[in-house]
């Protein structure tokens, strides 16, 4: 019994391991843009401006 239970746990994680894979491949070009938006936050963040830069000096 106990041999069973323990084939079984592993073929539940590898299940679940197959829908994880399964799901990063469905949703890849969401995740991607994601993380494309979320570099850009963080360049923006930290990109040090001068509080300065929106005037013209003549």
């Known amino acids: ?3 069973a239970r323990f084939v ?3 073929v539940a994680l590898s299940l679940a391991a197959a829908a994880s894979v399964c799901a ?3 949703y890849w070009d ?3 843009e994601l993380a494309s938006c979320a ?3 963080v360049k923006r963040v930290t990109s040090s ?3 300065y830069d929106d005037y013209v000096e003549e």
């Open 1 to 3: 019994m106990k041999v």
């Open 8 to 10: 079984l746990k592993i």
């Open 24 to 26: 990063v491949i469905a």
């Open 30 to 32: 969401k995740l991607a």
């Open 39 to 41: 570099t850009q936050s």
């Open 49 to 51: 401006s001068s509080e």
